[in-house]
């Protein structure tokens, strides 16, 4: 995720389409592995594939077409500009190509996508600054916002045909030493593409979205078992995106509001 503090979006403008809604379905599978940091779930690959090429794809669409000045204008994660965002993006969802370019990783302990964003020097100071650097770094050197939108097209379409081919138990490695399924690996993508596409959406001035696909996924990954998201919606009378944008700290949140959701044992991740 990114540095900084961020700008709080509109909740009333988000829109998810009727296709979206429809295609939100899916089977989780019943199975599970025991993991140094939280129980891997192992969902069924393919709603996984299909959600980080859902919203990858609903990103592309939502950026293209914007004229230059877009992309230079200041985002919600500063420093960056909409443009150093979008490379910070693209570095994300490229990292799955690397991984699965190696060799599969020795036995050992697994790392959910919930100990994936744990605290600790993975987002620290120094971290932090490495992400902003790497990030403006690529950001100029493709120049112009069309490019950096074609790049990360390229690079999340080269992910998502990697990913949809490997198995369902395939196990990588992260940059920061992680051992972790491939398909957990992914959840934390969707969470970069969906989380920061609100934050795009801020920084373009556009009506923000996120697919339904997407928000499903995110629902699992930030609440405990046992507590689904119709529960928390229910009480808080919010919509599902607007509670993973609120359990990001896209929205700040009200001292009530921080009660309930610690009350519902909602996992608050490390993100930057």
Known sequence: MSPGTHRPYNPDQV?????DRANAGGTRSSRHRSGRHGTVQLVASGIVVDA?????????EMVSGNDEAGFTAPSPCPPWTVGELLYHVRIAVGRVTGMLAEPEPAEGPL??????????QRFSSASNMERITDARKGAT????GTAIV???????????ALARAAPQDRVV????????????????RVLELA??????ATGLGRQPWMTAAAASVLAGLLLPAGTTAQMLLDETGWDQITMIAKTTRRIPLTAAETTLIERHGVHWLALG
């Open 15 to 19: 829109h998810s389409s009727a296709a």
């Open 52 to 60: 980080f090429r859902a919203e990858a794809e609903r990103l592309s």
């Open 111 to 120: 790392v959910s996508a919930v100990g994936y964003y744990r605290p600790g």
């Open 141 to 144: 050197a493709l120049a112009t």
């Open 150 to 160: 074609r790049d990360f097209e390229q690079a999340w379409r080269e992910s998502w």
């Open 173 to 188: 490695r992260t940059r920061h030493g992680d051992r972790m399924l491939l398909t957990e690996f992914l959840r934390t």
């Open 195 to 200: 989380v920061h596409g609100l934050d795009l």
